[in-house]
Structure formats: structure tokens, C-alpha cells
């Protein structure tokens, strides 16, 4: 067989990539005998295996083995399966914890059930299929009077809809206010624009928003906004200025 022209160091050395524990651990048994440092014999194997290679602590941690009298790079049989901390007791107590107090965190429960922050994660993420959310936020607190009523409210509007149809919607007139500054800057997704390769980015001086605000009511039907009203800031609205609001809206209509 005709030898290759390839130089040695051209090859692609398939030992080496398909690399495992114990050849490197084989590695390190044949090296230390002979006086090498376990720093120099760490340095060697990552130069030859790269991102495979062991940790710098397994190979520190494999000379006290060798001092130890050990010498088999394999792993030794053990009896019976690995001993789970995932018991159906402990997660029903997990998840009573997780009831009682739906802020405790990962440590926290690792900590009181003698277990890792993963063995922790694992139980609570996937055997129990909790996740951390964020409070919703919602416009005000109701009451069980509120709720009740504003469902009757919503069951008539329903059966009107269902007795009259869409001539029902159309009667309808909605009004919703809230207050607005007088300049507002643009958000950065506002902001955001097309860059061709070939330009510099725009950019984008901070500014603030203006201390001076008005209350904005938009009163609109189905098809179009009936009345768009600013009203300076004041320390109390009251019914009066509703109604002269209202009034406004059914003048058109008088």
C-alpha cells in the first residue's frame, strides 16, 4: 500500500474526535507515574481535545484517585438504580408549599427539601408543570356586587343583540377618557426605521415627556367619532362637567 503524502500533522485524527472519559482518563493514569504535573497534563489533553476535555477538577481530582490505590478508568457496577428524590410524597408537599406561598423560589424550596436547585427546577417545571408569571393587571379591584351587576348587564345587551341584530349595535354610543400629555416622545419601537447597509443609524436624543397634561374624551358610535374633547387638568371632575360634555354630544342630534 503506497504511504499517503499527507504530513502527519494534516490528518484528521479520528482517536482524538471521537475522544471519551476513559481514554482520557487512560491519558492522564500513564502520564502521572512518570512525574508529570497534573497542570501540565491538563494543559496537554486540552490542547488535543478541545472543548472535550475534562474539567480542570476531574483531572486534579483523578491524582488523589491514583494516590488513592485506584487504577480502573471505568466506572465500577452498582447495585440498584440511582436513589430519586422525586417521590409522589415529595412532590405533593412541593406543590402545598407552592400553594401556601406562590412566591417562594427554586432555592428556597431546594433548601427546605434537602435536594439541588435542578433536582428543584425539574419537579416544579416539569413534573408539576408550574411556571412564574407576572400579575395581570387589570383597570380596578370589583366587587361581587360590580361583577354581578355588570353580568346582567352584559346577559340583556346579549338578548337585545339576539332579538334585534346588528340595528341593535348601531344604536350603541361608547365613551372612554384618559389623560394625555401635551408632548409625548415616540417609544423606540415608534421610532424604529429601515437602515441600508451603506448609512449610519439615526439617532435619537432623550427627551421627556411635558409636565403639562389634559384629560382626552373620545365619545364614538359604530361608525365615526361623535365628539373629541380635551379639558385641562383640574382637581375634581365632577357630574357638572359631565353633563356639559353630554350635552355637546346630543347637540347635533337635537
Keep these: 500500500m503506497a504511504p499517503s503524502n499527507t504530513p502527519y500533522w494534516g490528518r484528521e485524527d479520528r482517536a482524538l474526535s471521537t ?3 476513559e481514554k482520557q482518563l487512560s491519558v492522564n493514569r500513564f502520564l502521572w507515574p512518570e512525574g508529570v504535573k497534573s497542570s501540565e497534563i491538563y ?25 488513592n490505590g485506584t ?27 407552592i400553594r401556601d406561598n406562590r412566591r417562594v423560589t427554586i432555592v428556597e424550596i431546594a433548601v427546605q427539601f434537602s435536594m439541588s436547585n435542578g433536582s428543584a427546577h ?7 408543570g408550574c411556571r412564574k408569571v407576572c400579575s395581570r393587571c ?9 361583577k354581578r351587576a355588570l353580568q346582567t348587564i352584559c346577559r340583556e345587551n346579549l338578548y337585545r343583540h339576539a332579538r334585534e341584530g346588528d340595528a341593535f349595535l348601531h344604536r350603541i354610543v361608547t ?41 382626552l374624551t373620545i365619545v364614538c358610535d359604530v361608525n365615526v367619532h361623535i365628539l373629541v374633547h380635551f379639558q385641562e387638568k383640574v382637581p375634581t371632575v365632577t357630574s357638572a362637567r359631565y353633563s356639559d360634555m353630554l ?3 346630543l347637540k347635533p342630534a337635537i
Design 19 to 21: 475522544c471519551t472519559v
Design 43 to 67: 494543559r496537554r489533553t486540552k490542547v488535543q481535545y478541545a472543548d472535550r476535555c475534562l474539567s480542570q477538577g476531574r483531572v486534579y481530582g483523578w491524582e488523589e484517585i491514583i494516590q
Design 71 to 97: 487504577h480502573n478508568v471505568t466506572d465500577e457496577h452498582r447495585n440498584g438504580r440511582p436513589v430519586s428524590v422525586a417521590t409522589e410524597t415529595v412532590k405533593q408537599q412541593i406543590e402545598k408549599r
Design 122 to 128: 425539574s419537579i416544579v417545571h416539569d413534573e408539576l
Design 138 to 146: 387589570v383597570p380596578r379591584q370589583l366587587s361581587d356586587d360590580h
Design 175 to 215: 365613551a372612554d377618557d384618559s389623560w394625555v400629555y401635551h408632548f409625548e416622545p415616540d417609544s423606540n419601537r415608534q421610532s424604529m426605521q429601515w437602515k441600508h447597509p451603506a448609512f449610519l443609524a439615526n439617532k435619537k436624543f432623550k427627551t421627556q415627556g411635558s409636565a403639562g397634561k389634559v384629560m
Design 247 to 249: 350635552v355637546k354630544v
